[in-house]
């Protein structure tokens, strides 16, 4: 039988996987959250029981909690202002800021020249602001975007602020740099890598302002 899946919506706040079982005169329902790491499993026996809604409003309780969470290991974990060894030092020069709120994104990412980096990407950067909104792969401290309209292949996107996030995963890598993804970042141990554009910056102390909300 297949799985039931229900995508995020006005009532559901994100990806859900179901199964349901039955026996007579009793129900069963397996209910998983793969972004989240939890599942529920509900039992209900009688004739008028439902598994299939013990097993929702389980979720619907504990879905907060678990973003919560969720959320507070991202922000220790990722958010802050990563400075790049530069050999002159000048304001704001060689930071990559990343923030996270609903959604983990770099807001700022600039060259020790103090020029902004995203419109290597995207030359409408120069007149709109721009952000990176990164999307983890699976693996500790991996994350993907792609390039604004470059290629067919699109995981994330590097994005004006009104637009949307949902892209396909699926494909072959868009362009690799010396044996790097071009969509690839890494984050991890305090540290910003992204090869393509030689960035490797340090994390400073977590600041309370790029914490939203």
Known sequence: ??????LPSDT??????????AHPGMTSYLLLSPDLSFAVLAFASG???SANSLAFETERLITP????????RTIKAYAGIYTQSCPQRCSGCGEVVVEVDNEMKITRMVDCAGKDM???FEPKCQQEECMAKLWPVGRE?????????????Y???ILFKEAGCEKAWFGFEPRVVNGWPIDLVRIGDNRIVYEPLGVDAKRRPLKDELVAG
Not at 65 to 72: D, H, K
Not at 141 to 153: K, N, P, Q, T
């Open 1 to 6: 039988m297949p799985w039931e899946i229900s």
């Open 12 to 21: 559901v706040a994100h990806p859900l996987f179901g199964k349901a079982g």
């Open 47 to 49: 004739p008028h029981s």
């Open 65 to 72: 909690l678990f973003q919560q969470a969720l959320g507070e």
């Open 118 to 120: 995203f419109v290597k």
């Open 141 to 153: 401290g991996e994350f993907r975007f792609v390039l604004w309209g470059r290629w067919v292949d």
């Open 155 to 157: 995981r994330a996107q």
